[in-house]
């Protein structure tokens, strides 16, 4: 299914058939950043989750909602119909998780472990099972909201990302204050 950002901006509620006295980890990656070299980039990270009680796990990355944007060679934002897989996966875990940083906010992190991830390193790093459920979607470009999330990460890392673009991540909003 596609969805447009404008749809998930609350964090998802999200269920599957889990082990009341287990703990799970849950992972929302975008996998389809189209980068050199290529990265995968967690919008949700989510340990120690009791049974498939995502509101009583520790939030590692923060939820933030999945959004897609190409630029074209002429410095537009937009291509309507290119879309990003945005893996949904859910791994059972061996023991508690305590060793993994975090990250929230608007701030650098955003381009940090743990956001840039990979869910293989992720499972062989803490030996978890599985994925033991998971799905997909499909995030393609969102009239304002691509914009929002482009000047916001802009402004988050104190640089224009992924480039200048010009009316979209140009403007004082999207400056940090000093």
């Known amino acids: 299914m596609t969805l447009d950002t404008s749809q998930i901006q609350k964090k998802p509620t999200l269920k599957w058939n889990a082990d009341p006295n287990a703990l799970y980890t849950l992972l929302i990656e975008d996998n389809d950043i189209d980068n050199e070299p290529p990265m995968k ?33 002429d410095a537009q934002i937009g291509q309507p119909g290119v879309t990003n897989r945005h893996l949904v996966l859910i791994y059972k875990q061996k023991g508690r998780i305590d060793d993994i940083s975090g990250q929230a906010g ?61 009316g979209v991540n140009d403007g004082a909003e999207c400056v940090a204050p000093q």
């Not at 989510?46 to 049974?51: E, L, Q, S, W």
Request: aromatic share 16%; net charge negative.
């Open 41 to 73: 980039y967690a919008h949700w990270l989510v340990t120690n989750i009791p049974g498939d009680d995502v509101c009583n796990g520790e939030e590692v990355a923060t939820w933030l909602p999945s959004f897609s944007f190409n630029v074209g060679a």
């Open 106 to 166: 608007c701030n650098p992190g955003l381009l940090d472990a743990p956001r840039i991830i990979d869910h293989d390193k992720l499972q062989a790093d803490y030996d978890l099972e599985g994925p033991v459920a998971g799905n997909f979607y499909r995030i393609g470009y969102s009239e304002g909201w691509t914009q929002y999330y482009a000047c916001y990460f802009t402004k988050c890392m104190g640089f224009p990302l992924p480039m200048v673009i010009p």
